[in-house]
């Protein structure tokens, strides 16, 4: 990537970075100030309450009890195959990232929970979810890089796509059993791409590249 490629890449991350923090905020602002529009509250009552047992295992997959083999088996890949070192580590610094400031914003915006629940009654703040912010900052990070490692691969497009929505599926588990308001998942998705967009800005070419072959440190 010469240096005229590298400063645009730099200029438009660092640009989708900014627009997406800031409107992950102003969302916050209007949310806590307003709350939750009309149509949106529709539906959510009828996502509410179905297939609870699926929504609840797929919740989990932002929790530690799922999330830390997976780092770890992310450290394993990263000592086995050097070509992808850098996205590896670099995944898992922005999935404590997410996880960690969705926390803390959780309790800037002091948005309350939504007032019917089941399996688990959460009294963590509301926005933004924190569940979204990993699905955005960490698995959907996984989508990107493998598709765009090499999209002409079938295997890797096909990852790819289970791993999308696997990360829907995360999203409406919040919904399902009563945990989130749409907005507050809008909102973490928004908090992911910002830390996303700002790690490709400050790496230019090392989350998101093209990589041909198998996935190997020797082919790549």
Not at 30 to 38: F, M, N, Q, S, T
Not at 165 to 180: D, E
Request: aromatic fraction near 16%; charge should be positive; include cysteine.
């Amino acid at each position: 990537m010469n240096s005229l490629r590298r400063g645009r890449y730099r200029a438009l991350w660092a640009f989708v970075a900014i627009l997406s923090f800031a409107a992950f905020y102003v969302l916050g602002r209007i949310v806590v100030a307003y709350g939750e529009p009309a149509f949106l509250l529709q539906w959510e009552r009828a996502l509410f309450d179905h297939s609870t047992l699926v929504a609840w295992w797929l919740t989990w997959a932002c929790y530690p009890d799922v999330l830390i083999p997976i780092c770890i088996a992310l450290l394993i890949v990263a000592w086995l195959l050097p070509a992808w070192r850098q996205r590896a580590f670099a995944s898992i610094i922005l999935l404590l990232l997410c996880w960690r400031t969705a926390d803390f914003f959780q309790h800037v915006f002091a948005r309350h929970r939504p007032l019917d629940w089941v399996v688990k009654h959460e009294t963590a703040f509301s926005y933004p979810s924190s569940h979204a912010a990993i699905v955005a900052g960490f698995y959907w990070l996984w989508v990107v890089m493998l598709y765009s490692s090499n999209p002409n691969c079938t295997a890797r497009k096909a990852v790819s796509m289970l791993l999308f929505v696997f990360g829907v599926g995360i999203c409406w588990s919040r919904l399902a059993l009563g945990a989130h308001y749409i907005t507050d998942l809008l909102g973490g998705v928004l908090l992911g791409i910002a830390f996303v967009a700002a790690a490709a800005a400050l790496f230019p070419g090392e989350l998101i590249r093209r990589d041909a072959g198998r996935l190997s440190g020797t082919a790549e």
